[in-house]
């Protein structure tokens, strides 16, 4: 491209993320509606990271409308949402949902199949892939909104005062394991690597970076295979026998240690990289997950559904959703959150591509997206979330020995895909 189109384009792109920036004359998210207005209730769990960005969204399309206005209550972490909404009290209108819980919502009649709502343009932007996900016998019950994978976030800053120079080639675990200990050598009071393991998602995504063999295959989970067992212990010498990772500490503290300039390396998921880049005070790396033996990596999606709570604002419900899916609103999520863009015609646009070779962390998770596997599984996930991270507590805070306790969730997951073939 010559350098004149180039800085076009450039400059083209900046106007239009610029745009969104520039507040509509809508409602702050706290006034009440005005007389005669319909009011929709969205539930969701977009917490920290990315809250600002969608109640942006939320008031500009409120800013469009005379009259009916979107209010976005947020409900907490996922499984609080989904709680909820499975307690039937007080219904939203609008919710945005993992795509690994939306097969519960329809098992229990709470959303409302929107196949006829959906307009044919936007089943042919999304790629077919991802519809498979938010459909049952046919009906489709969500459209998929946004997917994010598992990514490593390095700290440049201490890889050089470690000696190190910064790539953006991935490496397996056993390359990275020498970096570890060349931080922690060469840097006072910083810890080397943070490791979640809070949600199966993050399990599944470590394991299998670790052991390059899929371990959530055929909607079953297998857990007490010889190399997983190996993948936790070597997590587990991390921790108490190497002294590289922080013993004991949530999602958000580790977060909040590598906006400290504390820690070298956090794997964390690809929506919270526009957050981590604008708070951290040093120049941002990230690589993708190791991949032996070419792995796919594990996606995590949202989607968006409707619930039964009112068939007379339905229709009015669903012109938010398509507002939300937008070419527009769908390239302000991803140049906003780092989730890659959904819509065909967005990541293929000339301005993107331009931008990426600006903004270069953002091609991991768009990388990510084209190559992962979704997870979905037809099981009751709040149970066996709960088997997991049970397990994950006992080897990585009691310390007990990995080979017995995957022993044991093995048994118990069997129980649960035992149950859910007999429905």
């Known amino acids: 491209m010559h350098r004149k189109q180039k800085y076009i384009v450039i400059i083209s792109i900046c106007a239009l993320l610029l745009g969104f920036l520039i507040p509509y004359p809508s409602l702050p998210m706290g006034q009440k509606k005005k007389e005669g207005q319909e009011e929709l209730k969205f539930w969701h769990s977009i917490g920290t990271h990315n809250k600002e960005v969608l109640g942006e969204l939320i008031n500009s399309f409120n800013g469009l409308q005379k009259q009916t206005i979107v209010r976005g209550v947020f409900e907490g972490n996922d499984e609080d949402l989904y709680i909820k909404l499975l307690s039937r009290e007080n219904l939203p209108d609008i919710v945005l949902i993992p795509v690994h ?110 052991t390059g063999q899929l371990i959530y295959r055929d909607e079953h989970l297998i857990v007490n295979d010889k190399k997983t067992i190996e993948a936790m212990s070597y997590l587990q010498q991390l921790v108490y026998s190497h002294s590289l990772m922080p013993p004991r500490i949530t999602m ?14 956090m794997i964390a998921p690809s929506s919270m990289l526009v957050y981590t880049q604008s708070n951290l005070p040093y120049s941002l790396g990230v690589w993708h997950m190791p991949a032996p033996g070419g792995i ?57 591509l331009v931008f990426y070779e600006e ?40 310390r007990e020995e990995p080979a017995a306790v995957l022993t044991d969730t093995q048994g118990q997951i069997d129980t649960l895909w035992l149950t859910a073939q007999s429905r």
């Not at 991803?334 to 000339?350: E, Y």
């Open 101 to 210: 819980l939306l097969p519960g919502l329809v098992r229990e009649n709470l959303v409302v199949n929107l196949s006829s709502y959906i307009p044919q343009k936007i089943r042919e932007e999304i790629a077919i892939r991802y519809w498979e996900f938010v459909t049952f016998e046919d009906r489709t019950y969500g459209i998929p909104f946004s997917f994010s994978s598992q990514i490593i976030f390095v700290n440049q800053n201490l890889l050089r005062i470690a000696g190190l120079r910064y790539t953006g080639e991935s490496l397996s675990w056993e390359k990275i394991f020498p970096i570890l200990t060349k931080i922690q050598a060469n840097t006072e009071g910083k810890w080397a690597i943070f490791i979640p393991m809070e949600t199966t998602t993050q399990f599944i995504s470590f394991v299998e970076s670790y």
């Open 252 to 265: 958000q503290e580790g977060e909040q240690l590598f906006l400290s300039g504390k820690l070298g390396m």
């Open 296 to 352: 796919k990596p594990l996606i995590t999606g949202l989607c968006l559904a409707l619930i039964k709570s009112n068939t007379k604002r339905e229709k009015e419900a669903f012109a938010f959703l398509e507002y939300l899916l937008s070419s527009e609103n769908i390239l302000k999520w991803h140049t906003h959150t780092g989730d890659p863009a959904i819509r065909m015609d967005v990541k293929n646009s000339l301005d993107l």
């Open 359 to 398: 903004n270069p962390n953002y091609t991991t998770p768009v990388i990510d997206l084209e190559r992962g596997r979704v997870f979905n599984p037809r099981v009751d996930y709040i149970t066996l979330n709960k088997i997991i991270k049970t397990a994950l507590e006992r080897i990585m805070i009691n």
